[in-house]
């Protein structure tokens, strides 16, 4: 059994959207040349602000979009080369809003069990006892089992959602900020669950998040993105303490505090994101840089190795990127 699980080569997805009428249409490259690699019993946080191409990443490692460039590996095989339940017996999603990602019209168990039929398990006896041994092992009592999602609480339904991802056995949990629609006590629950189960079930995670309090409470290692690139992973700890992109400070100078008296961070990023259709020349962050250098805005920075990932800026490379400036 290989150690790395996901193996992601210079993935890119590029959609053609509506320039206006009689214009056409224009490229809107959502992810642009991202390449991680995801190793068993790891927690990848990805973050970054909306629209940065998270979401669409994650929906390419799930095989529900086909990368435009590049490669996804899973278990060292091509994505291209899998099944669809193939890669579902492998990957499992849990989204962001269980009312919206549960069928009203189905019951707790029916909803369960679904992945058990889809998947055509051999064993259909077997499948009431199965999702009833998944339900406890997420805190969902059994008189639930022909309850409707409507008669659940939001952390209940949230419950249901982790179940359905893990009654057939995944290896890599693909989690796209599953405690946002949850009230704040509901979320600490939900989290401390997902570590335990982590640990029982020897799994994978991926988890999307806004939060970075969620992100730095559960994930390993942290991939930042902004404009459909990683401009910096390393493991969480190096992250939070000793940012480097000057994307990363902002983000962590964004989190606002209990208070009062300090107000509204600054993060001197501005109020207006890059449009993703027409990104910025050179470094795509050298608009919102407070740190940016005349070459920026020409040349496009290269990934620069730390000790437990890369950074994408010249402000880490050997000549600062002022040689290829130059040439």
């Known amino acids: 059994m290989t150690k790395t699980v996901i193996d992601v080569r210079d993935a890119r997805q590029t959609f053609m959207i509506s320039a206006g009428a009689f214009r056409g249409k224009r490229p809107l490259h959502a992810v642009n040349g991202v390449s991680?690699?995801?190793?068993?019993?790891?927690?990848?946080?990805?973050?970054?602000?909306?629209?940065?191409?998270?979401?669409?990443?994650?929906?390419?490692?799930?095989?529900?979009?086909?990368?435009?460039?590049?490669d996804i590996l899973l278990e060292g095989r091509p994505i291209t080369e899998l099944t669809r339940l193939e890669v579902a017996r492998l990957l499992q999603p849990i989204f962001q809003d269980p009312y919206s990602s549960l069928n009203p019209r189905k019951s707790v168990g029916n909803i369960i069990s679904l992945p058990l039929k889809v998947q055509k398990d051999p064993h259909p006896e077997s499948w009431r006892e199965r999702v009833e041994e998944k339900m406890a092992l997420v805190g969902l009592a059994k008189r639930l089992y022909n309850l409707y999602p409507n008669q659940l609480s939001g952390g209940q339904r949230q419950r249901v959602a982790v179940a359905r991802a893990l009654v057939n056995r995944p290896q890599v949990v693909i989690c796209d900020e599953p405690t946002s629609a949850?009230?704040?006590?509901?979320?600490?629950?939900?989290?401390?669950?997902?570590?335990?189960?982590?640990?029982?079930?020897?799994?994978?995670?991926?988890l999307i998040s806004h939060n970075l309090a969620v992100v730095e409470h559960i994930a390993t290692r942290v991939a930042v993105m902004y404009l459909g690139r990683v401009v910096e992973e390393a493991d969480t700890a190096s992250l939070f303490e000793r940012p480097q992109h000057p994307y990363t400070r902002a983000l962590l100078e964004s989190v606002l505090t209990p208070e009062p008296a300090l107000g509204v961070p600054d993060t001197q990023l501005g109020a207006a994101y890059p449009n993703p259709v027409a990104p910025p020349s050179g470094c795509t962050f050298h608009p919102r840089c407070t740190q940016v250098m005349n070459h920026c805005s020409r040349i496009a920075p290269r990934p620069v190795a730390t000790e437990t990932g890369h950074v994408e800026c010249h402000l880490y490379a050997a000549d600062q990127g002022k040689e290829r400036a130059i040439s």
């Open 36 to 70: 991680i690699t995801i190793d068993r019993g790891e927690v990848l946080g990805i973050v970054g602000e909306s629209g940065c191409g998270k979401t669409t990443l994650a929906k390419m490692i799930l095989g529900l979009l086909q990368p435009t460039g590049g």
């Open 182 to 206: 949850l009230d704040v006590s509901v979320q600490s629950q939900i989290l401390n669950l997902l570590q335990d189960l982590r640990y029982q079930l020897n799994l994978t995670y991926i």
